[in-house]
T-cell receptor, first 114, second 113 residues
Framework: KAGVTQTPRYLIKTRGQQVTLSCSPI?????VSWYQQTPGQGLQFLFE???????NKGNFPGRFSGRQFSNSRSEMNVSTLELGDSALYLC?????????????FGPGTRLTVL | KNQVEQSPQSLIILEGKNCTLQ??????????LRWYKQDTGRGPVSLTI?????NTKSNGRYTATLDADTKQSSLHITASQLSDSASYIC????????????FGRGTSLIVHP
């Protein structure tokens, strides 16, 4: 069974631009969560989608948004990029939303904002 | 404020030795605690998941414990291998419809031959 895939793997943008990252979950998984990882803050939760609906949202500004499609694939968008948005963006999928549902992470998209 | 504190920040051990990593949390209401292993440049991989009623969970050479009363967890690695060199992250999620996770900053483990 294929794992979680994220595209692109690396991205370089300039301040003020916007970016869209894509995540394809493991087949059959309906929950997709997004995380930001930086050396200074560590891993932080962005949002979670389940059945095309945003279920939870972390403490990030409105410039960060996402959506989920009917095939459970998810996209994350960051508008008006800032230098501080440089980070590894990780996507994780799970079968459901129960506490014991294991999350499987993708390899991440490394975003660099210049 | 929900917080997860991990110690030590970094640890160097010799191959074959055992080690224990600590995680203290103030997340409330508690739902579950997870330990992840993250190799450099890769996404985290789940090691164990424990809910409120569980106090021990093993996964091969990895054994996690949970004391919900003191809000502490530990991850014990037995007979370490070079491949155990990684960052180990403790994650605690809240109860209810919002399983919002709070992450620790991780313990960086280096295993030397």
């Amino acid at each position: 069974k294929a794992g979680v895939t994220q595209t692109p793997r690396y991205l370089i943008k300039t301040r003020g631009q916007q970016v869209t990252l894509s995540c394809s979950p493991i087949s059959g998984h309906r929950s997709v969560s997004w995380y930001q990882q930086t050396p200074g803050q560590g891993l932080q939760f962005l949002f979670e989608y389940f059945s095309e609906t945003q279920r939870n949202k972390g403490n990030f500004p409105g410039r960060f948004s996402g959506r989920q499609f009917s095939n459970s694939r998810s996209e994350m968008n960051v508008s008006t990029l800032e230098l501080g948005d440089s980070a590894l963006y990780l996507c994780a999928s799970s079968f459901g939303r129960r506490p014991y549902n294991e999350q499987f992470f993708g390899p991440g998209t490394r975003l660099t904002v210049l | 404020k929900n917080q997860v504190e991990q110690s030590p920040q970094s640890l160097i051990i010799l191959e074959g030795k055992n080690c224990t990593l600590q995680c203290n949390y103030t997340v409330s209401p508690f739902s579950n605690l997870r330990w992840y292993k993250q190799d450099t440049g890769r996404g985290p991989v789940s090691l164990t998941i424990m809910t409120f009623s569980e106090n021990t969970k093993s996964n091969g050479r990895y054994t996690a414990t949970l004391d919900a009363d003191t809000k502490q967890s530990s991850l014990h690695i037995t007979a370490s291998q070079l491949s155990d060199s990684a960052s180990y992250i403790c994650v605690v999620s809240t109860l209810g419809g919002s399983y919002i996770p709070t992450f620790g900053r991780g313990t960086s483990l280096i295993v030397h031959p």
